[in-house]
């Protein structure tokens, strides 16, 4: 799920992002602007589980991350 990540500023979700790897970045942008885990697995040439793994880690971090920017403002 995108929770805590809905509410995001889209600027602030491009400036998290640099910090992904770049084959999480690839695979959670590609997510975000609507291509299926299928679609990503084609264009990455990578089994759909770890398409799946890729986004979740993102996602995770991505989370993380802006929590702990959040508390620091607060």
């Known amino acids: 799920s995108n929770e805590g990540l809905d509410h995001m500023q889209y600027s602030d979700l491009i400036k998290l992002m640099d910090v992904l790897s770049a084959h ?21 040439k990578i089994p759909i589980g770890t398409v ?13 991350m802006y929590e702990h920017a959040n508390a620091i403002r607060a």
């Open 24 to 44: 999480n970045r690839e695979a959670f942008q590609l997510y975000q602007d609507g291509y299926s885990y299928k679609e990503i697995s084609a264009i990455q």
């Open 52 to 64: 799946k793994s890729r986004i979740f880690f993102a996602r995770r971090k991505l989370r993380n």
